[in-house]
């Protein structure tokens, strides 16, 4: 699947303005608080609900992408990031 093709996908489940794929955001979920070194995802998703979450996770499972939760005493943006085959993703659950 192509980061076009996800971020529609992403938009379709949320909406246009809870999935991006804009430099600022990309850079802003590229790491968490391991040590682990950066990586920047290719689109970062913002679900409101836990219907919304559960439909990306579905997403997700269906691409065969990598995904895990950064847990909201993290960071304040809560993000899930996603590791697709050559893409990877990050939500954000407010």
Same mark, same amino acid.
């Given at each position: 699947?192509?980061?076009?093709?996800?971020? %529609?996908?992403?938009?379709?489940? $949320?909406? +246009?303005?809870?999935? =991006?794929? /804009?430099?600022?955001?990309?850079? &802003?979920?590229?790491?968490?608080?391991?040590?682990?070194?950066?990586?920047?995802?290719? %689109?970062?998703?913002?679900?409101? $609900?836990? +219907?919304?979450?559960? =439909?990306? /996770?579905?997403?997700?499972?269906? &691409?065969?992408?990598?995904?895990?939760?950064?847990?909201?005493?993290?960071?304040?943006?809560?993000?899930?990031?996603?590791?697709?085959? +050559?893409?990877?993703?990050?939500?954000?659950?407010?």
């Amino acid at each position: 699947m192509s980061r076009e093709a996800l971020i %529609a996908e992403l938009q379709a489940l $949320t909406s +246009a303005q809870r999935a =991006s794929a /804009a430099p600022a955001h990309l850079d &802003q979920h590229s790491q968490d608080q391991s040590s682990h070194a950066a990586h920047q995802p290719d %689109a970062v998703v913002w679900p409101e $609900t836990t +219907a919304e979450v559960s =439909s990306i /996770a579905a997403l997700a499972n269906r &691409q065969a992408h990598w995904h895990y939760r950064m847990g909201r005493r993290q960071q304040p943006w809560r993000a899930i990031p996603f590791q697709c085959t +050559a893409a990877s993703l990050w939500t954000s659950r407010t």
